[in-house]
T-cell receptor, first 116, second 110 residues
Framework: DTEVTQTPKHLVMGMTNKKSLKCEQH?????MYWYKQKAKKPPELMFV???????INESVPSRFSPECPNSSLLNLHLHALQPEDSALYLC???????????????FGPGTRLTVL | EDKVVQSPLSLVVHEGDTVTLNCSYE??????LLWYKQEKKAPTFLFML????IEKKSGRLSSILDKKELSSILNITATQTGDSAIYLC??????????FGAGTRLTVKP
């Protein structure tokens, strides 16, 4: 199984809502990533989890709250978002070989988020 | 099932060599194909291709889309050690869907 799955596929939420995005992989990967991608731009890294611990937080506003309940799951909790947060949210995972080189990341299909 | 397949998965060459990376796709309502270079962190954008047969070029890198064959190639000429990276292909399709390939890991040896 070389698949990263993400749910939901699409999400529309108001600025006062609380919602969560989910990501799952069963490849035994120990690093998981959240990216935000605006139209026609490359993905921007948000968070990296390594061995279920948050290792990188790219100065993301606190209205985005990541959670890694176990090595296969990664959540992104959303609260009080702004319309400019509307984007494609991509999850990825990699082996985390710790060699210093970039590990091949496997991307999920993304969640298309619209904030009204 | 929608899919994007890249080949080869990894490639080792020497400086000065020319490489060709492949990306093939099967999606509904194709919109565009994008190439990215990924080093340490997030991918950086290289090319976006929407029309078949029109080559896009940036320095030693070039890319072309073949909609009939449902594929694209990324060429790098006169490779340098700084070209060592993972090259990702992604396809936009339907209204706003996007799917990434697994990437090609390129290693350029001095």
């Amino acid at each position: 199984d070389t698949e990263v799955t993400q749910t939901p596929k699409h999400l529309v939420m108001g600025m006062t809502n609380k919602k969560s995005l989910k990501c799952e992989q069963h490849m035994g990967h120990r690093a998981m990533y959240w990216y935000k991608q605006k139209a026609k731009k490359p993905p921007e890294l948000m968070f990296v989890y390594s061995y279920e611990k948050l290792s990188i937080n790219e100065s993301v506003p606190s209205r985005f709250s990541p959670e890694c309940p176990n090595s296969s799951l990664l959540n992104l909790h959303l609260h009080a978002l702004q319309p400019e947060d509307s984007a494609l949210y991509l999850c990825a995972s990699s082996q985390e070989r710790g060699t210093g080189q970039a590990d091949t990341q496997y991307f999920g299909p993304g969640t298309r988020l619209t904030v009204l | 099932e929608d899919k994007v397949v890249q080949s080869p998965l990894s490639l080792v060459v020497h400086e000065g060599d020319t490489v060709t990376l492949n990306c093939s796709y099967e999606v509904t309502n194709f919109r565009s194909l994008l190439w990215y270079k990924q080093e340490k962190k997030a991918p950086t954008f290289l090319f976006m291709l929407t029309s078949s047969g029109i080559e896009k070029k940036s320095g030693r890198l070039s890319s072309i889309l073949d909609k009939k064959e449902l594929s694209s190639i990324l060429n790098i000429t006169a490779t340098q050690t700084g070209d060592s990276a993972i090259y990702l292909c992604a396809v936009e399709y339907n209204n706003n869907d996007m799917r990434f390939g697994a990437g090609t890991r390129l290693t350029v040896k001095p």
